[in-house]
C-alpha cells in the first residue's frame, strides 16, 4: 500500500511538471520573452501593439524560414496578447505584400497602420527600415517600434538572449568612439584594405531601447554605426571630395567578388563571373546604389554568425552601401544592403582602426573581433 502511494505521489509530482511546462522549458521561455519585451519596449496601459509581417505574392516566392518567421511572428502575437490583456495593451496582427528588396519602398497602406499603432514590430523578409524610420521619428509621431527583417526563432537562444543593460554600455560607447573619428582603416582577410571618410557626420547607437515614441530601433539590437562623408552636393564645396576610398570584397556563396571604391562610391565591379556583371548591371540601373552608406560595428555578445545580417552585423564589423537618409546621410536610394565580416564570415575584416580627431589611433576589431576589453 505505501508503495502504490509513493508511486501515485510520483505521478502527480509528473502530471504537475507537465501542466507547469517547466519540464519542457516552455513556461520559462514564455516568462523570458515577456521580460524582454518589457524591458525593450515598456508596453504601457492603454497602448496599441502591431505585429506587422510580409507576405509573398507574384513573384516573390515563399520559402521556409520565411513561412517560419511568420509563424513565429503568430506565436509572438499570442504571447503578447495575453500579456495585454493582463496588462491592460492591446495587440493586433497585420501584413502587407512584400517589396522583394531590402529597404524597397514599403507600400503605403502598411505605413498607414503602422502610424496607428503605438508600439510595432515588424517582422519581414525584406526590411523596411528606410520607410518606417522618416515616419516613426517625424516630429508629432507618437509610435515607436522594432525593424526585425530575417528573424529566426533560434534567435530567442541567442541574441534575443543578451544583457541588454550591457548592450547599451557596449553601444554607447561605441557611438561616443565614432563620434570622436575622423576616419577608419579596414584590413580585410583578403590582402585588401578600406579606408572609410568618416568626417562630418554624427554616430547612432542601437542599443536595444525603444521606449520612447519616435524611437525605431533594430531588434534583436546591439550595435553602433556611422554614415561616411558622402561629399553630397550641398557640402562638397566646404568639405572637397571624400576620402573613402580602397577594395571592399563581397563573398557570394563561394565567390568572391571586389568592389573598387573612390571618393565614396563604387566605380568598378572586379570579376568576369555571371555574379560580377549582375552587380555591374544592379549599380548602373541605379547609380545611388553604389554609395557607401555606413560602418556599422555590432556589439552584441551572444549573437553568432550563421549567414543571417540580422543576427550577424550584431557580431561586430559591416559595412552597407545604398540609402543613407535613414541614417543621418545624404543619399536616398531605393535600397540599402549590410555586408559583414565578424569572425567566420567568408571575408573577416580582420582589424578596424579608427582615426580620431587628435590624430591618435583606435584598433577597434582585432583579429576580426570586437575588443570588449575597451569596455571595461
Wanted: hydrophobic share 40%; net charge neutral; with cysteine.
Amino acid at each position: 500500500m505505501a508503495r502504490c502511494q509513493t508511486i501515485l505521489t510520483f505521478i502527480f509530482y509528473i502530471l504537475n511538471c507537465f501542466r507547469d511546462c517547466n519540464i519542457w522549458g516552455i513556461k520559462v521561455k514564455t516568462e523570458e520573452k515577456i521580460k524582454m519585451f518589457n524591458d525593450v519596449f515598456a508596453p504601457k496601459n492603454g497602448e496599441k501593439i502591431l505585429i506587422l509581417v510580409d507576405v509573398p505574392h507574384n513573384d516573390i516566392l515563399d520559402n521556409k524560414k520565411w513561412k517560419d518567421r511568420r509563424k513565429m511572428a503568430q506565436e509572438w502575437y499570442e504571447t503578447f496578447k495575453d500579456m495585454g490583456a493582463k496588462a491592460g495593451f492591446f495587440v493586433s496582427f497585420d501584413q502587407y505584400n512584400a517589396t522583394g528588396m531590402n529597404n524597397s519602398p514599403v507600400p503605403q497602406e502598411a505605413i498607414d497602420i503602422a502610424k496607428k499603432a503605438d508600439i510595432v514590430l515588424v517582422m519581414t523578409e525584406y526590411s523596411g527600415t528606410s520607410s518606417f524610420v522618416p515616419v516613426f521619428r517625424k516630429k508629432g509621431s507618437t509610435t515607436r517600434g522594432a525593424s526585425m527583417p530575417m528573424v529566426e526563432k533560434r534567435m530567442e537562444e541567442t541574441a534575443f538572449k543578451a544583457d541588454y543593460a550591457m548592450v547599451q554600455k557596449y553601444a554607447v560607447t561605441i557611438e561616443k568612439l565614432l563620434n570622436n573619428a575622423i576616419g577608419a582603416k579596414v584590413a580585410f582577410s583578403t590582402g585588401d584594405s578600406l579606408y572609410i571618410d568618416l568626417r562630418n557626420r554624427i554616430a547612432l547607437a542601437d542599443k536595444g531601447e525603444c521606449v520612447e515614441p519616435g524611437q525605431f530601433i533594430n531588434f534583436p539590437s546591439g550595435e553602433s554605426c556611422k554614415v561616411p562623408y558622402e561629399a553630397a552636393v550641398d557640402e562638397k564645396e566646404e568639405f572637397g571630395e571624400s576620402k573613402t576610398e580602397g577594395i571592399l570584397p563581397v563573398a557570394y556563396d563561394e565567390e568572391i567578388v571586389k568592389f573598387v571604391i573612390k571618393n565614396n562610391v563604387i566605380v568598378e565591379v572586379v570579376g568576369k563571373s555571371r555574379k560580377a556583371e549582375e552587380m555591374r548591371n544592379f549599380f548602373v540601373e541605379n547609380p545611388s546604389r553604389a554609395n557607401i552608406a555606413e560602418l556599422g560595428i555590432g556589439c552584441n555578445p551572444k549573437a553568432v554568425i550563421t549567414g543571417n545580417v540580422l543576427e550577424d552585423e550584431k557580431v561586430g564589423l559591416h559595412i552597407a552601401y545604398g540609402m543613407s537618409t535613414h541614417l543621418g546621410g545624404k543619399i536616398d536610394s531605393d535600397m540599402h544592403q549590410d555586408v559583414c565580416y565578424s569572425k567566420g564570415c567568408p571575408v573577416e575584416g580582420t582589424s578596424v582602426t579608427l582615426i580620431n580627431k587628435d590624430k591618435t589611433e583606435t584598433l577597434l576589431i582585432k583579429g576580426a573581433k570586437l575588443r570588449y576589453d575597451l569596455f571595461k
